[in-house]
């Protein structure tokens, strides 16, 4: 059984570009969540999504937007690449209840 | 809002040695508490959780009690491997709420 699904594995960007980040839920799970880890810091939720809709929602500015398609898999994306983005980027899915996290191996940007 | 402190580290032991890596959290209503691990390199892999007060949660020798008088969720573990070495990351979450973090606690076990 497959568990959750990021892609790429790394990637260099350069300042002011824009980044997709990509993630396939875990089998039987229907709601995506995003999260940034800093080096040294802990992760820090950006975003989840639940039936293609947005449904919560971190301090994180407009730059960054996703989107959940029918298939529940979803896309991370960040507009106008700062140096500060660089960070391990998380995926996790769930059933909806909120409590069955799966966590995916991430997707460590880095932005030069 | 919701919050989780967790203790500074890192924290290095012996082989052997007894762990215990403080947490506390501040929250409204009755939040389920988890504990992440993260080996380099890696994603965060749930390592046990508790739903209610007084619950005990355990996994691979490691346990933690939910404390609600005390709003604490500290994890313990007896005798520690070199193969524990990570970092330990206490969580918490309210129903279909997102995971709230603390920063971590780097774990170095030596022989």
């Known amino acids: 059984d497959a568990g959750v699904t990021q892609s790429p594995t790394h990637l260099i960007k350069t300042r002011g570009q824009q980044v997709t980040l990509r993630c396939s839920p875990k089998?039987?799970?229907?709601?995506v969540s995003w999260y940034q880890q800093a080096l040294g810091q802990g992760p820090q939720f950006i975003f989840q999504?639940?039936?293609?809709?947005?449904?919560q929602r971190g301090n994180f500015p407009d730059r960054f937007s996703g989107h959940q398609f029918p298939n529940y898999s979803s896309e991370l994306n960040v507009n106008a690449l700062l140096l500060g983005d660089s960070a391990l980027y998380l995926c996790?899915?769930?059933?909806?209840?909120?409590?069955?996290?799966?966590f995916g191996s991430g997707t460590r940007l880095t932005v030069v | 809002g919701d919050s989780v402190t967790q203790m500074e580290g890192p924290v290095t032991l012996s082989e052997e040695a007894f762990l215990t890596i403080n947490c506390t959290y501040t929250?409204?209503?009755?939040?389920?508490l988890f504990w992440y691990v993260q080996y380099p390199g890696e994603g965060l892999q749930l390592l046990l959780k508790?739903?209610?007060?007084?619950d005990k949660g355990s996994n691979k020798g490691f346990e933690a009690t939910y404390r609600k008088e005390t709003t604490s969720f500290h994890l313990e573990k007896g005798s520690v491997q070199v193969s524990d070495s990570a970092v330990y990351f206490c969580?918490?979450?309210?129903?279909?709420?997102?995971?709230?973090f603390g920063k971590g606690t780097t774990l170095s076990v030596s022989s």
């Open positions: 996790a899915s769930s059933s909806g209840d909120g409590y069955g996290y799966t």
């Open positions: 089998s039987g799970h229907d709601t």
């Open positions: 999504y639940y039936e293609e809709e947005e449904r």
């Open positions: 929250a409204t209503g009755y939040p389920s």
């Open positions: 508790a739903t209610k007060a007084d």
């Open positions: 969580a918490l979450n309210q129903a279909g709420t997102a995971l709230i």
